[in-house]
Structure formats: C-alpha cells, structure tokens
C-alpha cells in the first residue's frame, strides 16, 4: 500500500491547526506523514503542533512564503504519494484510504484530483464542490474547477518537476498542476470528495490589488500553457468554455459512479 506524505504550512493559523492535524492522523487503514512547516508563528501554533510529538514531523525555518515553505515541507517527504493541505483546510475521513489504493489499481495515473466541501468555521460542511477536467485551454482561459484540497500526485512527478515555483506568491498550486499538464502527466478526475476548504472572512481575498497580481500570474502562465502571449481577445474566450467545461464535470460524476468512485 502507498505511503501518503501529507504538508501543510501554518502562520498563525493555531485556531483551525489541530482540526487540520487530526484529519490527517485519523486517517486509518494507510501509512501516513504528517509533516508540518511553521516559519515563526506567534499564537501559539508552536505549541499545539509540539503536542503531537513524533507524530508530526515538525520544520521550524524561516522561509519566503508559501511555496518556499512546501518545498522545505517536501524535502523531509518520503511517501510514494504527496498531497498539501493548508492549516485552517482538512481531509474528509477515509480519504487516504481511498487515495493510496486508487494509485495502487491505477498504475498509470500520475494525478489525482477529486472533489470536497466548501465548510464554514464551525467545520460545517455548507457545499459541494465538484471537478472539471484538467486541460491546458481550460487553464488558461481560467475555464475550470481546481480544488486544490483535492489533488494527490506521485512523489516522482513532484521531484521531476522541481517542486513549487518560490517567485509565484498567489497560486502557485495552479503553476505546479500546469506543470504537470505540459510534461505529458496523466490526470484523472473524480466526483468523491476527498477534502474541505474552509471558507471564512480573512479567506475571502479580491481586493484590486490582489486581482491585478492574480492576473499578472495568469498572464505568464497564459503564454505557458498556450504558447503565446495573451491577446485582448483572449480575455472573452473563456465565457465560450463555459458549456464544454460543464459536459467534462458531468462525464467526470458518469466515470465516478461507474467505476466507484464516487
């Protein structure tokens, strides 16, 4: 059975920490790792993620955001498979269970990505959320649903494509899935949800600043994808992949439900 290696980096998040924590430990029925990067909280994250001794392999360095953070989360890693779960997300019971045999029954599936819940503070679970398929064009043309809490990938596809971008500080989860896509790694879509993504007021981020930084990210990695610089033109295409985008989630719940995967 594969051995899942799970990282998730905390700043300050000690009020949602230990419910991310232990949704990763009491996961039964798979090897798991949890490995957890705090930079330098100050509320006392520290201490909650002592609690769980060796349980919890611990990366205490300073580092340049995010991504540099996973990377140094990753480094410690020794699972065939890798996923990343934020401080204030979790996983969904079983999960893992279903995760580590779906790459054992699947052998030329690279990356998964499945569905989950948008969830409140109180760890609610308020909506589903369900997946698109995973193309270029639909990339960039931001014609998709990535949920992020939902994709695992092989530890050799990670190390193959160099790990996370550091420079890229606003979706530089998207840049490493992209990746993938461009170096010919197979994904496949599920309809179960596997995560939750908790959705609360300091998450809600759409002030004009960080739009004109998301857009800038998507500008590069327009010309990434697509292999040429975005036009004027570009910029209303996506509304025409709305119905394709559609039909892919609609096949995704078909395949789900056929193959048990639901």
């Given at each position: 059975m594969n051995k899942i290696s799970v990282v998730t980096i905390s700043f300050n998040k000690g009020k949602y920490l230990r419910r991310c924590i232990d949704s990763v430990l009491w996961q039964d029925g798979v090897p798991i790792e949890m490995i957890v990067v705090d930079p330098g909280s100050t509320d006392g994250s520290r201490d909650i993620i002592d609690s769980y001794g060796d349980s919890v392999v611990r990366v205490y360095e300073t580092d340049r955001g995010p991504a540099d953070g996973l990377n140094n989360g990753f480094k410690r890693a020794t699972g065939q498979i890798y996923c990343f779960v934020n401080a204030d997300d979790f996983l969904l019971p079983r999960s893992l269970r279903f995760v580590s045999g779906f790459f054992d029954r699947e052998p030329t599936v690279?990356?998964?990505?499945?569905?989950?819940?948008?969830?409140?503070?109180?760890?609610?679970?308020?909506?589903?959320?369900?997946?698109?398929?995973?193309?270029?064009?639909?990339?960039?043309?931001?014609?998709?649903?990535?949920?992020?809490?939902?994709?695992?990938?092989?530890?050799?596809?990670?190390?193959?494509?160099?790990?996370?971008?550091?420079?890229?500080?606003?979706?530089?989860?998207?840049?490493?899935?992209?990746?993938?896509?461009?170096?010919?790694?197979?994904?496949?879509?599920?309809?179960?949800?596997?995560?939750?993504?908790?959705?609360?007021?300091?998450?809600?981020?759409?002030?004009?600043?960080?739009?004109?930084?998301?857009?800038?990210?998507?500008?590069?990695?327009f010309a990434d994808a697509m292999g040429r610089e975005r036009q004027t033109f570009d910029q209303r295409v996506g509304h025409l992949l709305w119905a394709p985008k559609q039909f892919t989630i609609l096949f995704i719940m078909l395949r789900s439900m056929l193959r048990g995967y639901a």
């Open positions: 690279d990356v998964l990505h499945g569905g989950g819940y948008i969830a409140d503070q109180e760890d609610a679970l308020i909506r589903r959320y369900f997946p698109s398929s995973f193309g270029k064009r639909f990339f960039a043309y931001q014609a998709m649903n990535l949920f992020q809490q939902g994709y695992f990938f092989r530890a050799s596809v990670y190390k193959e494509a160099g790990g996370f971008n550091e420079d890229n500080r606003i979706c530089w989860d998207a840049e490493l899935f992209l990746r993938f896509k461009l170096q010919g790694r197979r994904f496949y879509g599920i309809s179960r949800p596997l995560g939750a993504f908790r959705r609360y007021a300091e998450t809600i981020t759409g002030g004009p600043e960080y739009i004109q930084k998301l857009d800038d990210e998507y500008v590069r990695l």
